[in-house]
């Protein structure tokens, strides 16, 4: 029951586009679901992926451009749809899938396609949702929803549902708004189902719903959905008049995009890639996480050089560059990724930063009293005991600046609004790398 | 609109248990949704958090009950509630968060509550469901859903959500069997609304559906839900009978659980911990990886030992020491993050090991260089041009070991049914520090 692609599918449409086997075509591609047409164009070239879309309707076509990637369609619509065609599936999406689709686009494509559409209310929708950033509330809700009024009743309700069928795709409720259009509740779908024909709308309405500001960022939608468990969520302008709604597809993959950025970012990558993206790209979006770190480990090479004389005199000390390095970086990743992650939950009650630190400072107390331990035994154990105090001294004093600045850092970023994870990663290991290793030689310097 | 709990709240409703003002409790819970009341819950002690639950009729009280967290829910209830108690919220939950929260409590608990549940056919979807591990499908599903025959009309379709109304809270569709209870597809919610009263099911039917099976892993069940759009799954046994359905809040919860343990897991955190946890457990969340770090750099130390004759020659050797590391933790932690990506993504078509191998290699050799000519030029800079070789032949040996040891971890990991983020982050971290060391020496000691 379950589509995945095989080699041996694969190859047979290549075969079938290079005889242009069409009936065929025809026949593979109308057993598959859209999202695993689209899962088939990746491995194509755009010119083989193109010819495809000839043999599938236009509404399956739409279907199967919605499920590509970003940045694929931009390349794959850009250099191979005529502003007709492209005009043809916009006609078809709904407004927020729209929308998303002529972002990628030039300026001048997205004019076109809007004066081309026949749909003159769907490209009023498309340009009232055009100026919203993508990620807060405004850019991920769609124009198409049911909309009724409280003196109207069940079955006039439904003919409206009727009549919206073509463009609304999931129901899940109907809003009820009064003349000025605000909101004023909802009717689920299965009330609608259970009510009789003539009952008043104003009789079921469900009053005491959450609705959010179009400027309301992302991450709290998702919250919002989450935690109320909704499948739509109203958008309301500041006097409260109903302009769209989110729906719970949107939000997983909102959820589901961001959950993958802050994995990326917090491993040092750059920008959103894929295994299967070019070896330029894969290489160029490592690339300023990599120099960062080389120019903060070259910065160390230079500490440790001013330090040199010490070095010369007791080498030894070299022996514990990695420990205060690498413990440096594994507590200030780990300090601040729960710091990125409790500032992801905006609705619990957040500590405040002198409680954050006290607790911070503890729990490194106790973990620097253990590391310091495992490095003590093996000081002695090899030999090198005079190293003792400088070495614990200097782990003590690591582990307490890690977590500090573990701490800081993401606030810091998060106040002045950049994402605390891309930041989290690589810049704390980095900086602390640095500080990790500065301490050690000071201690050091002090001591022998 | 949207809650946000605030210190004068949390007083004033702590300020009322105190004086015992039951009726201003009571008005205040009245106002808020069960998850906003979960939210205050968090920040009582146990007691009063108990005390505050009686206020609550039980449907509004099972709904915050399954608001809690977890670890939270299980410590709460065990020490709060008697057994009559539990098996009261326990009749009112779904099945499925009916099992999560029984799995929580002492099997003696659990089988008392079972005994006690008034509704026998609840009981046995939930004897039902007990022995699924909670992340397959069979662990997410739940048992209530509306069933009914092809040969039946819409309007008995109609009753048949009507009798279920109590248990069946989110309908979006209903499933349509046959005779030995077979699923044959669904219709969804939309056209019943839409459809005449005599109108034969049979005749709404959509066949052409997708349904999983019980042991399908929950990630899975995640991509097709989001691929596909859906907001509830079937679940069928081997023979194709109808066992339950998947609901898109379970399946947010699950990408929003996974992915936090994915962030935790890549930055070297075990166990699900959260800032408000006390000192000890986020100290021991934190030690294992600490400690697996600090072993590591210990061997690292070893090694450098090995070597301690060469350093003492040129004690400009210890300079480089932290950029080895380095490189080598974010070459590594970079690679892994992207394989453990595309691994998540079952549906896209994957590059075998060796193309994999070749692709990073390139990769490895673009980025290799650019680190090299930065350390070579700075090498330059500080006048010790004689380690120049020693120095960019180990970056390049380095990058290419992290970049092996990056992609082949995780895979490994997987084969064997680890999670692959779990061990990616700071093992390749650690593993790679003293790679690079035992590299960056073993060349200086060959050339110089």
Redesign the interface.
């Known amino acids: 029951?379950?589509?995945?692609?095989t080699?041996e599918l694969?190859d047979s449409i290549k075969a079938s586009i290079e005889s242009k086997s069409e009936l065929f075509i025809k026949n593979e591609l109308s057993e598959l679901?859209p999202?695993?047409i689209a899962?088939i164009l990746?491995?194509l070239s755009g010119e083989d992926a193109h010819y495809i879309m000839q043999f599938l309707d236009t509404e399956k076509g739409a279907d199967v451009l919605s499920?590509i990637d970003s940045d694929d369609r931009k390349r794959f619509v850009g250099e191979h749809f005529t502003i007709e065609e492209i005009a043809t599936y916009v006609n078809l999406f709904d407004s927020d899938d729209a929308v998303d689709f002529l972002n990628e686009q030039t300026i001048e494509v997205r004019e076109k396609v809007i004066a081309l559409l026949e749909d003159r209310e769907h490209a009023r929708f498309i340009l009232d949702l055009l100026h919203y950033p993508e990620d807060v509330a405004g850019g991920l809700m769609q124009k198409e929803l049911i909309k009724v009024y409280e003196n109207q009743n069940v079955s006039e309700c439904?003919e409206e549902?009727?009549n919206q069928?073509e463009s609304v795709d999931?129901?899940y409720a109907v809003y009820v708004v009064d003349e000025d259009n605000c909101l004023k509740g909802i009717v689920s779908?299965?009330e609608?189902?259970?009510a009789r024909k003539n009952t008043k709308i104003g009789n079921l309405l469900m009053e005491d719903i959450?609705?959010?500001d179009t400027t309301v960022p992302g991450e709290?939608v998702a919250e919002?959905?989450?935690?109320?468990?909704l499948?739509a969520l109203p958008v309301v302008n500041a006097i409260g008049r109903l302009l769209g709604r989110i729906t719970?597809?949107d939000?997983?993959?909102f959820?589901?995009e961001r959950?993958?950025e802050?994995?990326?970012a917090?491993?040092?990558?750059t920008g959103e890639?894929?295994?299967?993206d070019t070896?330029?790209k894969?290489?160029k979006s490592?690339?300023p996480?990599?120099?960062v770190?080389?120019?903060?480990?070259?910065m160390?090479?230079?500490v440790?050089?001013g330090f040199?004389s010490q070095?010369?005199r007791v080498?030894?000390?070299?022996?514990?560059?990695?420990?205060m390095?690498?413990?440096g970086?594994?507590?200030g990743?780990?300090t601040?990724?729960?710091?990125?992650?409790?500032l992801a939950?905006?609705?619990?009650?957040?500590?405040s930063l002198s409680e954050?630190l006290f607790?911070i400072a503890?729990?490194a107390l106790?973990?620097g009293f253990?590391?310091s331990v495992?490095?003590g035994v093996?000081l002695y154990a090899?030999g090198e005991s005079q190293l003792f105090l400088v070495v614990c001294l200097a782990l003590l004093a690591v582990v307490f600046l890690a977590s500090f600045m573990g701490t800081v850092t993401p606030l810091l970023l998060d106040k002045v609004g950049i994402n605390p994870?891309v930041a989290s990663?690589?810049f704390i290991?980095?900086a602390n790398?640095l500080v990790g290793?500065g301490t050690y030689f000071l201690i050091a310097h002090w001591l022998l």
Chains 1, 2 share one sequence.
Do not use: C, H
């Not at 939950?345 to 500590?351: D, F, Q, R, T, Y």
């Open positions: 029951m379950n589509f995945e692609l080699n694969l679901y999202a695993d899962t990746y491995e499920s439904i549902i009727r069928l999931k129901v779908l299965k609608i189902v259970l959450v609705s959010v709290e919002l959905m989450q935690r109320y468990d499948e719970i597809d939000v997983v993959d959820i589901t959950a993958e802050d994995f990326q917090v491993t040092g990558i890639v894929e295994e299967d070896v330029w894969l290489a490592r690339l996480w990599l120099v770190g080389v120019l903060g480990s070259l160390a090479a230079t440790i050089k040199e070095l010369a080498t030894a000390l070299a022996l514990f560059i990695p420990i390095g690498s413990t970086g594994n507590v990743i780990q601040s990724s729960l710091i990125v992650q409790s939950e905006k609705s619990a009650l957040s500590l954050r607790k503890k729990v106790i973990n253990v590391i495992l490095a093996y090899i994870a990663g690589p290991t980095t790398d290793i």
